[in-house]
């Protein structure tokens, strides 16, 4: 597998593949026919000696070889993307580009309406958002799989750098005519009430609970569900309470029956940082969409 064998901008198709896991947005993200691409990869595989990639449904899904190689190869083929880069500006103007965002249902939410009607006069951009376990997230950014990923403060190497964008309080949600809205909510009105847990695990205190522990005191929790949504449309229909993030109540709120309080007490609140890979930060196009996320945030 001699390198003078190998025509170097296949380097390129195959990580452009890697990355849109789809002959179909690779090509449209190299500027070439599928066909282009496809015959590409046939020269891949012969030079390899392996089918790369697999097809599982709509996906092209890299092969153990793939991926060995792609993480030997990342390191060279991120040191001249970034020599190249130095000279060329992006131009979100003329300039086609997809971001691919890793978001949570909720900041999907608080975020792409503000993203998109910010992004209307650039119709070269497109936007690809998608929800990544979080145990995954940081070798998606290595891979290139994700430009960005936004979530709460979560452990990463120093390959991985963050930002905090915003800080979003807790607040206490409850349907229009509840019988506790006439002023400000007591603790002993709260915990005399039943509430709403949202919470992708089956068990265990949310970070409120953490927080009413602390103060020698415990909820009454009806309901454990998934979803701030599902939650919203059970508090419009019950005298359950809810606690949730401000931003996002605020949305559902202009839309529902719903009422927002004050908790009775001082509760932490939710730090959402902006995660992103160091190999890719210097990327002119990175660069430019990374400012705009900040100042939507």
Wanted: charged share 25%; proline share 6%.
């Amino acid at each position: 597998m001699a390198l003078n064998r190998l025509d170097l901008n296949l380097l390129h198709v195959f990580d452009t593949i890697y990355r849109e896991g789809s002959l179909t947005r690779a090509a449209r993200a190299l500027h070439l026919t599928q066909p282009a691409v496809s015959h590409s990869l046939s020269r891949l595989r012969d030079h390899f000696d392996d089918p790369l990639f697999t097809r599982q449904g709509n996906q092209m899904v890299p092969t153990p070889l793939a991926r060995r190689f792609l993480e030997s190869m990342r390191p060279g083929l991120n040191q001249i993307q970034g020599a190249v880069n130095q000279f060329h500006a992006f131009d979100p103007a003329s300039q086609r580009k997809t971001y691919s965002l890793g978001l949570r249902d909720i900041l999907e939410s608080t975020f792409l309406p503000q993203l998109m009607k910010r992004l209307e006069p650039y119709p070269e951009l497109e936007i690809v958002s998608q929800r990544i376990p979080r145990r995954e997230m940081e070798t998606q950014l290595a891979a290139g799989k994700l430009d960005f990923a936004v979530d709460v403060l979560l452990p990463v190497s120093n390959q991985t750098s963050h930002q905090l964008l915003r800080r979003d309080r807790l607040v206490l949600i409850a349907r229009s005519d509840h019988p506790l809205i006439k002023g400000k909510l007591t603790m002993e009105e709260y915990l005399k009430a039943k509430h709403v847990l949202v919470s992708s695990r089956t068990e265990g205190p949310g970070i409120e609970d953490f927080e009413l522990s602390r103060l020698g005191v415990q909820r009454d929790i009806r309901l454990r569900c998934q979803h701030y949504f599902a939650a919203c449309r059970v508090v419009e229909e019950t005298d359950l309470l809810l606690t949730m993030p401000e931003t996002y109540a605020r949305i559902i709120a202009e839309r529902a029956s719903l009422t927002l309080m004050d908790p009775p007490a001082e509760l932490p609140s939710i730090d959402v940082h902006l995660y992103w890979h160091r190999a890719y930060e210097k990327e002119p196009a990175l660069i430019w969409f990374r400012e705009q996320l900040r100042e939507i945030a």
